[in-house]
């Protein structure tokens, strides 16, 4: 396992839509999931998908199980490692909450979501995964879903007010992606 360099905004290779993984269960797909678990444990992520260390897969891993020191204020997510995903929002509620990217370090902003979501997809065996989610959840989901689209969270801000560096929004709050 390696940690791999995390892509920053402005690298094109963020801007891409991935392919669909069509061979699962093999030793490459092992190796990157590894890489990837290693990479987002390194820096606390909250998420990493594969784009963001210039893999253009359908990949993306999130969730720890437990508390991220990045958002103490949010619950735990279960660990997932999400294959192929579709989301489908539940209905038209919103939600704003901030968000923070590995992608777009030292920053935060408050991003509308979907608050409830059904997400699907497979895990590296190909078993399948569906689920619903909301709240934190269904934010984190969204959020990795869209680097496979080539969208990071500043594409998604409406009120760019409330939007700007972890060290002035969140004093004290230990982020260690204000590199
Ligand atoms: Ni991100």
Not at 89 to 100: A, C, K, R, T
Not at 104 to 110: D, F, Q, S
Not at 122 to 148: K, N, P
Request: aromatic fraction near 8%; charged fraction near 20%.
């Amino acid at each position: 396992m390696t940690v791999r360099e995390i892509l920053k905004m402005g690298d094109a290779r963020l801007l891409r839509t991935a392919p669909a993984v069509e061979a699962f269960d093999t030793p490459e797909l092992h190796a990157l999931v590894a890489d990837m678990l290693e990479t987002m444990a390194a820096v606390n992520g909250a998420g990493l998908a594969a784009p963001q260390i210039g893999v253009n897969l359908q990949v993306v891993i999130f969730g720890s199980g437990a508390v991220n020191p990045r958002y103490p204020q949010e619950p735990p997510i279960p660990a997932t490692i999400l294959l192929n995903p579709v989301i489908t929002p539940l209905d038209d509620e919103e939600q704003v909450g901030w968000e923070g990217c590995l992608s777009v370090p030292g920053m935060r902003a408050m991003v509308p979501r979907w608050q409830r979501i059904r997400y699907s997809g497979f895990d590296v065996q190909g078993r399948a995964i569906d689920r619903t989610a909301d709240g934190f959840h269904s934010r984190v989901v969204q959020h990795e879903c869209d680097h496979l689209i080539g969208k990071l969270y500043p594409m998604r801000v409406r009120d760019f007010s409330q939007f700007g560096f972890t060290s002035v929004l969140f004093p004290g709050l230990d982020d260690n992606t204000d590199d």
